[in-house]
């Protein structure tokens, strides 16, 4: 009998040791898992608007700017809405990158469509979303989340250079851990050595 109460003790603390075990490894992946979906989702977005970037050409055309830009129409490949829409200092809440590809009913290869994407902050919605239109269009239509959880971002354009910054937050229900908290600013350069700013 003493050997059966001894045996169950030693079980009882076996079972209490590789709970605790468990239960350590299961944070561990949570917290890894947390970390990953912050890493993909900040670097995502991050490679989506360098390409942009690279890609960006000015425009063949003008095109319709969106009330809250500087004036109705421009031919810059990249403008953020601010005054002048080329502030070295001044951080906007959204950018417009124009990019033109060859039109595809053209044989000779000679004509290009110049299509608009906007990268805008919603700061309500903490996300970050993508709109495209042609030149010719007046609204962005087909707009698509690609960043959730995004506590602040914003955009500054000037001599080839736009520069950018993200916060995103992972907390769930109000928690306050900063290894869940990542800000991450970057820039990108316009590629193909065009002077973008008319002044």
Known sequence: MLELIVAIAILTILVGMVAQIVQMTSKAHQKEVILSRMDRTLGKTIDLLKRSVRRSTIAENQYNLPAGYPGTTTDLAIVVKTTHGHDDYTQADSVIINYSERDASDATGALYTDRQIMYLYDGTKKEIRIAVKESGADTFANEEVIAENITNAWFMYDESV???????????AGGDEEWKKKVVTDAAVLRTGLNNIRR
């Open 162 to 172: 736009l520069r950018f910054q993200f916060t995103i937050d992972l907390n769930i």
